[in-house]
């Protein structure tokens, strides 16, 4: 399997614009998770979906970010407007949601994020 | 006070040594545990999980939780360079609830 596959790597725009990211899971998982990457806040979740209905949104920092997953292969994160605060990197994540004690959250090589 | 700490380092150690690498919580509610490892420019990848108390060995790494004094642990043994990345803990309440990360601990390996 290509594992969870993102894109673009990276993404530079100014302030205003809008950005989309883009998020295709591993076969079969049914969990999908959103994160966000900085050196002060570390790693954040935003959103994740369960069967492509999103179940937790309470780490979208605010109306400008919102999410999609239209089918089981595929979502995206979009943020309209962009501020220069949104800089960072962007991951996504996907599980098989098995119940199980792991339940591996198996990480995107991520979307980097310039606002400028 | 944040939910989970972890000092973010560097911590820089010559190869072979033992390392140590913490963290510390105030929820007393999680009850797994779970340590990433985040080489740079990369996502992070499960390196090792335990549930509730106790230790689990496995290679080289050992992790270790004490759920009495919050605290967990993950010692990396006869270390080498390429164990130089950033290491995240993160812990859940239940098998299916969300995972909560400490920032991460950047270490260093010299050869």
């Given amino acids: 399997d290509a594992g969870v596959i993102q894109s673009p790597r990276h993404e530079v725009t100014e302030m205003g614009q809008e950005v989309t990211l883009r998020c295709k899971p591993i076969s079969g998982h049914n969990s999908l998770f959103w994160y966000r990457q900085t050196m002060m806040r570390g790693l954040e979740l935003l959103i994740y979906f369960n069967n492509n209905v999103p179940i937790d949104d309470s780490g979208m920092p605010e109306d400008r970010f919102s999410a999609k997953m239209p089918n089981a292969s595929f979502s995206t994160l979009k943020i309209q407007p962009s501020e220069p605060r949104d800089s960072a990197v962007y991951f996504c994540a996907s599980s098989l949601a098995s119940g199980g004690a792991t339940d591996t959250q198996y990480f995107g090589p991520g979307t980097r994020l310039t606002v400028l | ?92 309440r239940g098998t299916r609830g969300t995972l909560t990360f400490g920032k991460g601990t950047m270490l260093l390996v010299s050869p």
């Fill in chain 2, 1 to 92: 006070q944040k939910e989970v700490e972890q000092d973010p380092g560097p911590l820089s150690v010559p190869e072979g040594a033992i390392v140590s690498l913490n963290c510390t919580y105030s929820n007393s509610a999680f009850q797994y545990f779970m340590w990433y490892r985040q080489y740079s420019r990369k996502g992070p990848e499960l390196l090792m999980y335990t549930y509730s108390s106790g230790n689990k060995e496995d290679g080289r790494f050992t992790a270790q939780v004490d759920k009495s004094s919050k605290y967990i642990s993950l010692f990396i043994r006869d270390s080498q360079p390429s164990d130089s990345a950033t290491y995240l803990c993160a812990m859940k």
